[in-house]
């Protein structure tokens, strides 16, 4: 198989988990990610033992917990809400799919995740900054592909880019991350199994990202820009048996028939697939990171005025100061604060008792 150059995520996820590692050590850090399984979806082990296999590289800690198969609701918010509580643990992974008896629960358990720990960014929150240009978190996925569109120099300002796909997990936020003006400034064309002459829009992309979860969907060079300059991105992960009985692992591109077409293209395996895992981790360590910062603002702002403040003005600032003070907590505090009868809390009781929490956690924590 020749022509288009295989863009190898592979090489690059190792040197992005090398940085990583540089990282923690200079910051003196403990990053920990906590994975949540249930049942034994076989899929969903071989992806966790990427992330515990790459995380141990990076010097990150790993932990698991394992739910059974018939695991009720309240049994995985349970040990979410440990989780959300545990100031050691960083990142909280709810991994996916979910049993049959929980899928229809699936969007409510993801949002019981605390969002300064939601490093798969599914949080509503997250999602919402993300949509703003504003992220906590970025998507593990898309931002694997971005930093393989960046390191090969594959241009993006002003270019067609038409993803095939618009998932939650890859597609829609994607979308989102590649249209950035101050970013890579796409034009995306964003189509699913509704669109009408979809092979007409493929034709026209410079850039085309197939993330639609269907095996060589995308196997006729005809449905590419006939210069051969377009760069493909393929998301897909299948594993099929060859007619010799062998099982391999391939995409939603038939890389065989389109390379000699394009000229880039994501090799499947060693493509987006470790770039996923390292961009995960590096959301891991930057969580712990935030959560390491000082408390120093509210010391400064102790000198000034007695301010009033809303609610949401307090909450805003505790999550800055300190991400992972549980919000049910807080809400707690908050309700037993005197406050005026517009609702506003004085700022100055706030910050001595928030002072007195973060020092008696951290004491805690030692």
């Not at 409510?108 to 509503?124: G, M, Q, R, Y």
């Amino acid at each position: 198989m020749s022509g288009a150059t295989l863009l190898d995520g592979k090489a690059l996820s190792s040197t992005l988990v090398e940085s990583l590692a540089s990282r923690i050590k200079d910051e003196q850090l403990a990053p920990h990610l906590h994975v949540i399984t249930v049942g034994d979806d076989p899929g969903s082990k071989v992806y966790v033992k990427q992330k515990r296999t790459t995380a141990e590289k990076a010097g990150i800690i790993f932990s698991q917990t394992c739910l059974l198969a018939n695991a009720s609701l309240p049994e995985l918010r349970s040990v979410i809400d440990q989780c959300n509580r545990d100031r050691n643990i960083h990142g909280v992974i709810v991994q996916l799919p979910l049993p049959d008896s929980l899928r229809a629960h699936e969007r409510e358990v993801l949002n019981l995740v605390d969002p300064t720990k939601d490093v798969d960014c599914f949080h509503p929150e997250n999602f919402g900054l993300l949509a703003l240009g504003e992220a906590s978190f970025l998507p593990a996925t898309p931002a694997g592909i971005l930093k393989i569109l960046d390191h090969y120099a594959i241009e993006t300002r002003g270019k067609r880019c038409v993803i095939l796909g618009k998932s939650n997990i890859v597609g829609k936020p994607l979308a989102l991350m590649l249209a950035r003006e101050s970013g890579p400034a796409c034009t995306v064309i964003f189509c699913d199994q509704h669109t009408e002459n979809v092979w007409e829009l493929t034709r026209q992309a410079d850039i085309l990202i197939v993330a639609a979860g269907k095996h060589h969907l995308v196997r006729d060079p005809s449905v590419l820009r006939s210069d051969g300059e377009v760069a493909i991105i393929d998301v897909g992960i299948h594993r099929v048996q060859t007619a010799e009985g062998k099982t391999v692992v391939q995409g939603d591109v038939d890389a065989a028939a389109l390379r000699p077409h394009c000229r880039w293209l994501t090799p499947v395996p060693g493509g987006v697939g470790p770039m996923t895992v390292a961009c995960l981790l590096e959301q891991v360590v930057e969580a712990a990171s935030n959560f390491s910062k000082p408390v120093a603002p509210l010391k400064r702002l102790l000198r000034g005025p007695d301010i009033r403040l809303t609610r949401a003005e307090l909450v805003s600032l505790m999550r800055k100061i300190d991400p992972g003070f549980p919000a049910s907590e807080l809400q707690l505090v908050l309700d037993g604060m005197k406050a005026a009868d517009d609702g506003t809390i004085g700022f100055h009781a706030f910050a001595n008792w928030a002072m007195g929490a973060l020092q008696s956690s951290s004491t805690a924590s030692a």
